[in-house]
């Protein structure tokens, strides 16, 4: 009866037809089905672009209504529904559940595209993954993936790298805004990996842009010998004129916020504490004070 029921168009036969016929529950009458018997072939179908989307739907609608969590024997009932190995249906089922560009699904879609195929015709080949936008953005991740460079070997960073990447750190960095030392540091290290250097800078910068006391101290001596002059304090810091600068303006605060406080500043900070204004903006009032 199974292959009287055949549909050579579908290449499988019309299983709900010959339940009715038997007046059978579907799953009993594929339970029965002697393949060996039949001389209807079974198609394999190994690879994704291999499956229609009309078989693709079926497959899905199929095993969703009759199998919450198919086990190896009712794939195998699966494979007679759909007349395919049951080994292709569970894979092909698999990507029709968590959509992902395979390796001959991203081939076949390359030779479409170059065929001249719009995104839209190739897409009603594949519905699986539910929208356009979906499936466009799946392949150009696979493509990127697919067209990385393999991974470069790992460079020793030297202290004189290191000390590169200080000079940088102390010239570039801006607060929120690392493109252009990222840049820069590019064009000093052009052989290694954007990830390599953000890396090293990372490791890099919280142990440059910290300011200790002996830094503050230093940079006040040489004040008084040079004045303002930052090229040449930097210089004698082993930095650059812009961290000379830095450290003197810590130096600033923390100078004024030993100073001792004033009349008319703690009358502001009373003021301050009385009206509920927060610690940030007291001390912008009192202009002397850091908090």
Same mark, same amino acid.
């Not at 000079?167 to 064009?187: S, T, V």
């Given at each position: 009866?199974?292959? &009287? ?29 002697? #393949? ?6 079974? &198609? ?33 009932? !699966?494979? !007679? ?10 894979? #092909? ?7 992902? +560009? ?49 991974? #470069?070997?790992? $460079? ?21 805004? &690392?493109?252009?030392?990222? $840049?820069?540091? /590019? ?15 990372? /490791? ?18 040489? !004040? ?8 040449? $304090? ?20 923390? /100078? ?16 301050? +504490? ?5 610690? #940030?903006?007291?001390?912008?009032? +009192? ?5």
């Amino acid at each position: 009866m199974a292959d &009287r029921a055949y549909d050579e168009q579908r290449g499988r036969c019309d299983w709900e037809s010959i339940a009715r016929d038997m007046d059978m529950p579907l799953i009993e009458c594929l339970r029965l089905f002697d #393949a060996s018997l039949s001389t209807v072939p079974v &198609r394999s179908l190994h690879n994704i672009t291999d499956w229609s989307a009309e078989d693709l739907s079926t497959l899905k609608s199929f095993v969703t209504e009759h199998f919450s969590a198919a086990t190896v024997n009712e794939w195998r009932l !699966v494979g !007679v529904y759909m007349n395919v190995e049951h080994n292709d249906c569970s894979m #092909a089922y698999s990507i029709c559940t968590f959509p992902r +560009i395979t390796p001959d699904l991203y081939k076949a879609i390359t030779q479409y595209r170059n065929d001249g195929l719009k995104w839209k015709d190739i897409f009603e080949k594949y519905p699986i993954f539910g929208t356009l936008k979906l499936f466009y953005n799946a392949y150009y991740r696979s493509k990127e993936s697919s067209g990385s460079k393999p991974k #470069a070997p790992h $460079i020793k960073w030297s202290d004189a790298d290191t000390c590169k990447i200080k000079e940088l750190i102390q010239m570039y960095h801006k607060p929120g805004n &690392r493109r252009e030392l990222l $840049i820069q540091a /590019q064009k000093a290290f052009p052989n290694r990996s954007k990830g390599s250097i953000r890396g090293r800078i990372g /490791q890099t910068k919280d142990k440059v842009m910290v300011i200790t006391n002996d830094d503050m101290d230093c940079v006040n001596k040489l !004040v008084d010998v040079y004045g303002k002059d930052w090229e040449r $304090i930097g210089h004698e810091i082993n930095g650059t004129a812009r961290r000379a600068q830095r450290i003197w303006s810590r130096h600033q605060e923390r /100078q004024n916020a030993t100073l001792a406080w004033t009349d008319d500043e703690l009358d502001t900070l009373r003021k301050c +504490i009385r009206d509920g204004v927060g610690m #940030a903006e007291a001390s912008r009032l +009192i202009g002397t004070k850091s908090w």
